[in-house]
């Protein structure tokens, strides 16, 4: 089967990048109201409990993640992304592979975050990935997503200099919670932060549980 396009695009993207997107934000959390948000997520999972970070990028929210007591791994699109993971976070797993295909066994995870990784997905491509992130989810268990609010996307061309360009969605969180609902997921939370500091729109995380 022929990759999809925007897994191709989105691989090359982040590959020409990675290095780059590193050094300009070496911390995965831009605000306490972000980490007050993992820290609720963590505690609904519960300490020890599996969870995968879904588009792990360099993987400062996994690191983040697991200095909450979680058992994490992290999973990316880039090896090169990944290489930076593993360089800065040798005692931890990180894997290369797509979201919408996960190689995990159903009901194998107690947590799933996607962290501003599914903004390169299609919109009609979300039903599938949120699918796939409740079969890969015990009964119980809970997914965090974020992504940045808006109605058009942000292109981004040549960044760095580099010969790559990307669109990055913005959605709305009802349009996310209807989505949420419809894949078979119970609303557990939603916040809403307006723009931090060098921020252009306002960001929105929601938490969801699959039903026990």
Known sequence: MTEADFLTATRTFYDAIAED????FPVGLATPLDRAVFAGFAELVGAGGRVADLGCGPGR????????GLSVFGLDLSESMLAIARRENPELRFEQGSMLELDLPDGSLAGAVSWYSSIHTP?????SLFAEFRRVLAPGGHLLIA??????PR???RPWGHEVTLDFQRRR???IDGLLRAAGFA?????VREAAANETTEHASLIARKPA
């Open 61 to 68: 929210v996994t690191a983040h993640l697991a200095s909450l």
């Open 155 to 157: 292109r981004h061309e």
């Open 123 to 127: 919109v009609n491509e979300l039903p």
């Open 147 to 152: 992504f940045q609010i808006g109605d058009e």
């Open 173 to 175: 969180p009802d349009q």
């Open 21 to 24: 997107y590193a050094d300009l």
């Open 187 to 191: 609303p557990v939370m939603r916040m």
